[in-house]
């Protein structure tokens, strides 16, 4: 289809697709009506205190659909928390597969608050469980993996920390068809590739570099300079490729909402605006991301929501 374009796409559709037609979970018991009200709420609370874009723009969803997206929301938490924990690799690994299971068992273990709402989510609404595998498994890349050699395959680790996110949240949200699942890969890889940008210097400081080897050596950036802080033409250069890029991969993806359920559209069309807008400060910060985290504000964000609700009313699919 004309809205893929590049190798890395091609790939990760296929993959995409192959998750979409694998089994969801089957709902074999059922669960105490105070003891999911519990869990949803406890969601509710992962969700406000790490991801505030999140928390606001899943506060646009009908309430069903809101506590799950807040279940969603959590699962992944829960994972990266795993990945992100300081321990011995052996020791993550172990800790992720345990998860794993966890996650998958017929009869969540009623002790764990999001295991107990995620598995309400994932049979309500019928969420392919290859999706959640993928993000587990490319959650898991960050306990051995540090570098990326080319954006294809920071593509692919984005799709898998942050696509497959977008393609669980379009079974919560409701969709047109197939044809939608392009525009969540994209989109994920918009977001994905916002908080690398966003994050590099906090992730260099943990030992990470979520930046294409080979094209910081093309402008002429060094790995110590991003460890120095240096804001240098070149630095200036590479980041306003890197921003034309992800604002590219925005503008492709976002006529990808009127694919979905119209109570669902403005919601999206937040959480993808608000990240968006992120690029927009680090350039008003003169790309320096190392000692100031690009960040809207509270104004900054409730500001841009009539106009972001009007184009969502507005969107259409461009062939």
């Not at 992962?46 to 929301?73: E, G, H, I």
């Amino acid at each position: 289809m004309s809205l893929v374009h590049n190798p890395w796409e091609v790939r990760l559709l296929g993959v995409a697709e192959e998750a979409f037609n694998s089994h969801a979970l089957t709902k074999t018991t059922t669960q105490d009506d105070d003891a999911l009200r519990l869990a949803y709420h406890h969601c509710e609370g992962v969700t406000r205190q790490f991801s505030k874009t999140f928390y606001v723009a899943s506060s646009l969803l009908p309430l069903k659909k809101r506590y799950a997206a807040r279940a969603l929301y959590a699962f992944c938490r829960v994972t990266d928390d795993i990945v992100d924990r300081a321990a011995q690799t052996d020791e993550r690994m172990t800790a992720l597969n345990i998860w794993r299971a966890q996650i998958s068992a017929p009869h969540p273990d009623p002790s764990l608050p999001v295991c107990v709402a995620w598995y309400d989510t994932q049979t309500s609404f019928e969420i392919p469980h290859a999706y959640a595998e993928q993000l587990i498994e490319g959650c898991a890349r960050d306990i051995h993996q540090t570098r990326y050699q080319t954006f294809d395959e920071l593509a692919e680790y984005a799709y898998g920390v942050a696509s497959t996110v977008g393609l669980m949240a379009m079974h919560i949200i409701g969709f047109r068809g197939q044809e939608a699942i392009p525009y969540a890969i994209k989109l994920g890889v918009a977001l994905q590739m916002t908080n690398i940008l966003r994050d590099i210097g906090e992730d260099y400081a943990n030992g990470r570099v979520y930046l294409p080897q080979e094209e910081l050596a093309q402008y002429g950036v060094r790995e110590s300079d991003i460890g120095e802080g240096k804001t240098t033409d070149a630095w200036r250069a590479f980041m306003k490729m890197q921003i034309s890029r992800n604002r590219q991969l925005y503008a492709e993806s976002i006529n990808g909402i009127a694919l979905l359920h119209p109570n669902g559209r403005f919601a999206i069309a937040v959480a993808a605006k608000l990240y968006e807008a992120i690029l927009t400060n680090i350039e008003a910060n003169d790309y320096n991301v190392f000692n100031r985290r690009a960040s809207l504000g509270k104004w900054g964000k409730l500001s841009r929501l009539p106009m972001i609700w009007w184009r969502s009313r507005r969107a259409s699919v461009k062939r």
